[in-house]
C-alpha cells in the first residue's frame, strides 16, 4: 500500500504505475492509498487523473524483494 498526498484529489478517477492501472482510494481531498503492482525493481511513474487532468507524475522506486 503506498500513500499518495496533494491537492484536489477527491474527484480522482485513475491511478497508475507506470501503464498499469491500479485499485485506489480516496482518503481525502489531499491523500489517496493506492497498491503498488508488482514488477522489476527500479523507477515508474506514478499518475493521478481527476476531474482536473492528469498530473505530471511522480517517480516511485521499486525494490528488489529480498533473496533467502
Known amino acids: 500500500m503506498v500513500t499518495l498526498t496533494g ?9 497508475t504505475f ?11 481531498d489531499t491523500q489517496i492509498t493506492a497498491v503498488a503492482p508488482a514488477g522489476a525493481a527500479g523507477p515508474v511513474t506514478v499518475t493521478v487523473t481527476t476531474a482536473g487532468g492528469t498530473g505530471p507524475g511522480l517517480t516511485y522506486t521499486r525494490v528488489a524483494a529480498p533473496g533467502i
Not at 7 to 15: D, E, G
Not at 18 to 28: R, Y
Open 7 to 15: 491537492s484536489n484529489l477527491a474527484t480522482a478517477s485513475a491511478v
Open 18 to 28: 507506470g501503464a498499469a492501472a491500479v485499485p485506489f482510494t480516496v482518503v481525502s
